[in-house]
């Protein structure tokens, strides 16, 4: 059975005109990296929402079809529940930190919960060292680089052991090294822990590598749901607007000029390689 | 503002910030307590000056005195109003004893500054949420509390990102008369409201994301145990609160 | 011309944010800023209007000391669009928000009218002009912001981060706009981590780390030192990295190039 299931959802926000879901489908198995993409206004972050219960419970409005994440209805479970399953990042660092220092912030959600203070000093422990933030753990969170909140929201949300973790657009904030740090951390929860990963982002560049699977939307709807570099370079991609990684146009640009560098790829090794290999041939 | 910086939370490992926050609170009552008993130069005095050491002990000197000299401009305003409305009462004569009245008053405004000051500085808004919960404060008021004083610096900051945005458009806030300079402020103040507004959207957001109000009982990663420093200090305060009920008998 | 002489600026808190900084931009440049968060661009910027004046070092626009000037005065000359739009928007209507810096230049009510009237039809704004500007999308707010700088006519236009959050579509006509100021013979100086969006359009470019500038040239020259863009946090760009895998050098700034430098030297194509 799929970890998450979305079946013929549909949503309006409230005293909005138009839907901003359209009876989307999509099922995600347990260790899918899925990264969820499509141009500004595309429904991406509203089908965000619709995973841990923000939408419906959150923001209200009108809702339709079935959205179950671990086999819990998302409609009829609060978000408190749909929260130990279902991890969500932001992109603001700062509107996601709750306490004065970095353990303190980890322990939030846990405290919540009302776990025994053995279990959350052994989880806080856990999620620190996971993310690489142990040796910060001290430090006022106001103190922190962007890079660093940003891996404190993930230590926060990762002790709280969801099987699903969401980042919406996670590194928007980031300097370009900051935003390498947090793909692979994120890459290690996946390989590590087998965790989900929805990823919201615009820059292919920074996440194609990473997925197993990409999804890009389009008013409400899935317009294309499969394999990156099978997506990436399709037609449609471009018509979209989708950010094309530039080993995908570069492999395009080649191909039609008659090189033969066999399928497209999103690995920038890749295709280096088989480029060399065409130079020796 | 400078004297916000007063205000900032530090994070250092000196006796004052090991105090308990339920302590440092009856520090904060006591000596609010005693600096209003006393509307005399000489005891008022004595209550600012004796909390220097502390200040020192704390090592906070230098946001300490940022505060200070920030408050300055308050304490001569308050010495100012208190000397001119006396004088008005008495139809516009000056006498000794209303300087020293008004004196006074600066004083004291400079001793409850210094505790506040201090306070603040030494206490950790989580350490002191702890604090308001073990007084049986239902958690959401300690949270609402904690989380207002962790964004008074953001907000700051984006108060002084707006205001160059609108400079940089040509807005000119030291120039025009007291209405036109107040008027002034909206291009400030709507942009500062509508993203606290947005900004409190997104917390709460987070917050829901994070199971907030999940369980009634809430669990701690903190405990707050009194030490022996603790019992010693707020014998201390009980001490000096006493003597001072004592002075101001006799004064 | 802007120029920036031995810049030295500390903020009141102490922290050092420019130690020494000089440089250049003249009508017509196209400069991009770039550098880790914390580098300095920010508070580089701000002393082109003159929001910071240098602790020690002079700047001068058009020749104008900026100690000797008001930040509206300056601002006249140097248009500044800063990251967050929705942190200016404080008017009821997209009309009053583009009329606002016209109004606070001191320019006479018909000649406001002109020039909203005609920037809201350039941006493709005019349809919102009643609208208010907080009911727009994110890339609505920020062609609002752009059209209320650009409705004074800055000789010199500087953006803070213009690409952030932005989707394809987005980024190309910001591009687009670039190109047409350009034309026009203003100068164009753009603080970005967009790299690949740099690649693409070959500024001049000024790399600064930890308040100094570590390198200020053609776009070719800086990104093929991979080096010195780690330590600006700067990530090169993908065609940059990827002839480094290729040839053990990086010979191509964007897809434009890499394509050029391989179909040559595979013999195909044109």
């Known amino acids: 059975m799929p970890l998450i299931e979305v079946e013929g959802l549909s949503y309006k926000y409230p005293k909005a005109k138009d839907w901003a879901l359209r009876s989307v489908d999509l099922s995600v198995d347990r260790g899918e990296f899925v990264v969820l993409t499509g141009p500004t206004g595309c429904g991406k972050t509203t089908l965000c929402r619709c995973l841990n219960g923000l939408i419906p419970h959150f923001y209200g409005g009108e809702m339709r079809g079935e959205v179950r994440v671990a086999g819990l209805s998302v409609k009829e479970n609060p978000i408190s529940t749909m929260a130990r399953h279902v991890g969500m990042i932001f992109q603001n660092p700062d509107n996601q930190i709750f306490a004065l220092t970095v353990e303190k912030d980890v322990a939030f959600g846990l405290e919540n919960l009302g776990l025994p203070r053995e279990e959350i000093r052994r989880r806080v422990d856990w999620a620190l060292r996971v993310t690489g933030i142990e040796a910060i753990r001290s430090r006022g969170t106001h103190e922190l680089s962007g890079g660093q909140k940003q891996r404190l929201a993930i230590a926060s949300v990762l002790a709280m052991k969801p099987e699903v973790v969401v980042l919406d657009e996670p590194t928007a904030y980031l300097d370009p090294k900051g935003a390498e740090e947090i793909m692979a951390v994120v890459d290690g929860l996946r390989r590590e822990f087998g965790m989900t990963i929805i990823l919201v982002e615009h820059r292919m560049d920074i996440a194609a590598r990473y997925a197993d699977r990409v999804v890009v939307m389009e008013g409400g709807r899935v317009v294309l749901d499969g394999e990156p570099a099978e997506v990436l370079s399709s037609q449609e991609a471009v018509r979209l607007g989708v950010d094309v990684p530039k080993v995908v146009r570069l492999h395009r640009c080649l191909s039609e000029l008659g090189v033969d560098l066999g399928a497209p790829t999103v690995m920038l090794e890749e295709l280096a390689e088989r480029v060399r290999e065409a130079m020796r041939g | 503002m400078s004297m916000l910086d007063g205000f900032k939370t530090t994070v250092l490992e000196t006796p004052i910030h090991e105090l308990d926050p339920r302590v440092k609170m009856f520090m904060l009552a006591s000596v609010t307590a005693m600096a209003i008993m006393f509307n005399k130069v000489v005891p008022l005095l004595v209550i600012s000056l004796a909390q220097v050491p502390l200040v020192l002990l704390a090592r906070v000197s230098r946001e300490w005195s940022r505060s200070m000299r920030g408050g300055m401009i308050f304490a001569l305003m308050i010495f100012g109003m208190n000397l001119v409305s006396r004088a008005a009462y008495a139809g516009w004569t000056v006498d000794a004893e209303m300087v020293k009245v008004s004196v006074a008053m600066a004083l004291r405004f400079v001793a409850l500054l210094t505790t506040f000051s201090l306070f603040f500085l030494t206490t950790s808004p989580d350490k002191l949420s702890l604090a308001l919960e073990s007084m049986r404060i239902p958690y959401e008021y300690c949270f609402a509390f904690t989380t207002a004083i962790r964004f008074i610096p953001i907000i700051a900051f984006e108060a002084q990102a707006i205001a160059d945005a609108q400079r940089s458009r040509g807005l000119e806030l030291d120039r025009g008369n007291l209405i036109e300079r107040l008027k002034k402020y909206v291009p400030i103040l709507t942009p500062l409201i509508v993203s606290a507004i947005r900004r409190s959207m997104e917390l709460a957001e987070a917050m829901e994301s994070r199971a907030f109000g999940a369980s009634k009982r809430r669990t701690n990663l903190y405990t707050l145990k009194l030490k022996p420093r603790d019992y010693v200090a707020a014998a201390a305060l009980t001490a000096a609160l006493c003597i001072s009920v004592l002075v101001r008998g006799v004064v | ?270």
């Open chain 3, 1 to 270: 011309m802007i120029e920036v002489r031995d810049v030295h600026f500390t903020y009141p808190n102490g922290v050092q944010a420019l130690r020494g900084v000089s440089l250049s931009v003249d009508r017509g440049e196209f400069v991009a800023i770039m550098g880790e968060n914390g580098a300095g661009k920010t508070t580089l910027i701000k002393h082109f209007n003159g929001l910071l004046k240098p602790t020690k070092g002079t700047v001068l626009v058009d020749g104008v000391d900026t100690r000797k000037s008001t930040v509206a005065q300056l601002s006249r000359k140097v248009g500044i669009v800063f990251q967050n739009p929705e942190n200016q928007f404080f008017c009821e209507s997209v009309y009053d928000e583009v009329a606002f810096a016209l109004k606070n230049f001191g320019f006479p009510e018909d000649e406001v009218e002109e020039r909203v009237t005609e920037t809201l039809r350039r941006f493709g704004l005019e349809k919102y002009a009643k609208r208010s500007p907080f009911l727009l999308s994110g890339g609505e707010k920020k062609r609002v912001a752009i059209a209320s700088v650009l409705a004074w006519d800055p000789e010199y236009v500087v953006m803070d981060e213009p690409t952030v959050g932005q989707d394809y579509k987005a980024k190309t006509e910001l591009l687009n706009l670039i190109y047409t100021l350009l034309d026009e013979g203003r100068a164009v100086v753009v603080v970005t981590h967009d790299v690949e969006f740099v690649a693409e359009c070959e500024p001049r470019v000024v790399l600064i780390s930890q308040g100094r500038i570590l390198a200020d040239g053609e776009a070719h020259e800086v990104f093929s030192d991979f080096g010195l863009l780690s330590k600006a946090s700067v990530v090169p760009p993908q065609s940059a990295r990827f002839t480094q895998m290729v040839f053990g050098q990086p010979r191509a700034l964007n897809v434009e190039e890499a394509v050029r430098l391989l179909s040559s030297m595979l013999g195909v194509g044109r």
